[in-house]
């Protein structure tokens, strides 16, 4: 065990979850700026839940250190709001009567693969946002959604398994305690 009770923390901007939901976050604001009218209601609720989901994750990160428990729902408020943005696009494309890429598509394959370049950011894929039709901004959007919300998943999964294996802030500072009396005893 460290020497101090505080769990590791921080470090959000070193996770891929939060790298790729500052991408949907960028491409969200690009879209909604070009595609959609600014007074539409649905522009700013898109745009506050791709934020959302980017600052929940460095928020629970942040919060990690001293809760676990509270590292773990603020992930899950991410995933949340990023599931709630998938269906805003979703809903663009039916609306329009627009295609929905097919999971395995020639197009969705070839997002998928760009996510595997190093450094990878809205860069990666500023070209084919900025350039493209709304159908395609859309199905490229949701591509990039789905990759966030996988990973969220997982560390969703590993944040869960390390509250068991772990316990939570309490449980640490106790055995931290009964440990250092133990060493005074003796």
């Known amino acids: 065990m460290p020497d101090g009770f505080l769990f590791p923390h921080g470090g959000y901007k070193t996770l891929l979850s939060y790298k790729k939901s500052e991408i949907v976050f960028d491409a969200t604001v690009y879209f909604t700026g070009k595609f959609l009218n ?3 209601r649905t522009v700013d609720q898109m745009v506050q839940a ?3 989901g980017k600052q929940n994750i460095a928020e629970g990160s942040m919060a990690g250190g001293t809760s676990k428990e509270t590292e773990l729902k603020l992930t899950n408020v991410a995933r949340a709001s990023l599931e ?3 269906i805003d696009f979703h809903d663009f ?5 627009f295609k929905l890429w097919d999971k395995e598509s020639r197009e969705a394959k070839y997002i998928r693969k760009l996510a595997y370049r190093s450094n990878e950011s809205y860069e990666t894929y500023r070209n084919f ?4 039709s709304p159908e395609i901004v859309a199905n490229i959007i949701i591509c ?5 919300n996988y990973l969220l998943d997982r560390q969703i999964t590993k944040l869960e398994q390390d509250f068991v294996k772990e316990g939570g802030l ?6 931290i305690r009964l440990e250092e009396r133990k060493k005074q005893k003796y």
Not at 144 to 148: E, F, K, M, P, S
């Open 93 to 97: 494309l039916r609306i329009r009567n």
């Open 170 to 175: 309490r449980e640490r500072m106790t055995k």
């Open 50 to 52: 791709a934020r959302s």
């Open 129 to 132: 946002i900025e350039t493209r």
């Open 84 to 86: 709630e943005l998938l």
């Open 38 to 40: 600014f007074r539409d």
């Open 144 to 148: 990039l959604i789905h990759q966030c």
